[in-house]
């Protein structure tokens, strides 16, 4: 192998952090929705009839 095309060192790319992790029942406290702001936006998290989430704006 060309020595030119050796690299002097192998450099490990970095784990990405994990997600934080939220279980629903913390987060909607007994509720079936959570408003959550982002960027100065306000947009609602509920749980639906069938026990299923859904994001809206």
Do not use: Q, W
């Amino acid at each position: 192998m060309n020595a030119a095309l050796k690299p002097d060192r192998v450099v490990a790319a970095a784990a990405p952090p994990s997600p934080v992790r939220l279980d629903s029942r913390e987060l909607f406290r007994n509720g079936n929705e959570v408003v959550i702001v982002h960027k100065g936006e306000e947009y609602r998290l509920r749980i639906t009839r069938n026990e299923k989430l859904i994001l809206t704006k």
